[in-house]
């Protein structure tokens, strides 16, 4: 699947921003080795802040992204330990992150803004200048029970 790279900084800037009260800005970029560069604008206790994030190996599955964090910059490009961000995150999202600083796996929990049924599997991404590729895998959609109708025949008499 492929996505327009300017429409999704929009959706996400719109979409997340307005779910995530500290979340001021995000930027995707890709890298020629095939990494993946995420910029993050946020306000921490008032305080603004970025940070640059250079990622491998992004995936989606089972409601959870997840990647390897490679290296973490804060401002003025200062490197960051990836733990140090991670906590970060995981005071912004309360129980929706887990990091571990062993092998640098970041996990975000994204089941409570997926829709109900949704099981979707992203393989790989790619990330070029202008697209987003998604390799897909495997995956489903099942709709919620509430959403069929009463069984009388959906209509009025």
Known sequence: MHLDLAQLHAWANRELTA???????LGLWGLPDGDLL????????????????????????HGFF????????GPLGVPLPASTV??????????????????????????????EGLEVSVRRVRCGTQTVELELGPGSLRPHVAALGTGDGGGEA
């Open 86 to 115: 991670a906590g970060i995150f995981k005071r912004l999202l309360p129980g929706k992150v887990q990091y571990d600083a062993g092998d640098g796996v970041f996990l975000l929990d994204l089941r409570e803004w997926l829709p």
């Open 19 to 25: 779910r995530v009260a500290a979340l001021r800005r």
């Open 38 to 61: 995420l910029e993050v604008a946020f306000a921490w206790k008032g305080l603004p802040g970025t940070a640059s994030l250079r990622l491998r190996e992004v995936k989606v599955v």
């Open 66 to 73: 997840g990647c390897q964090v490679v290296a973490v910059r």
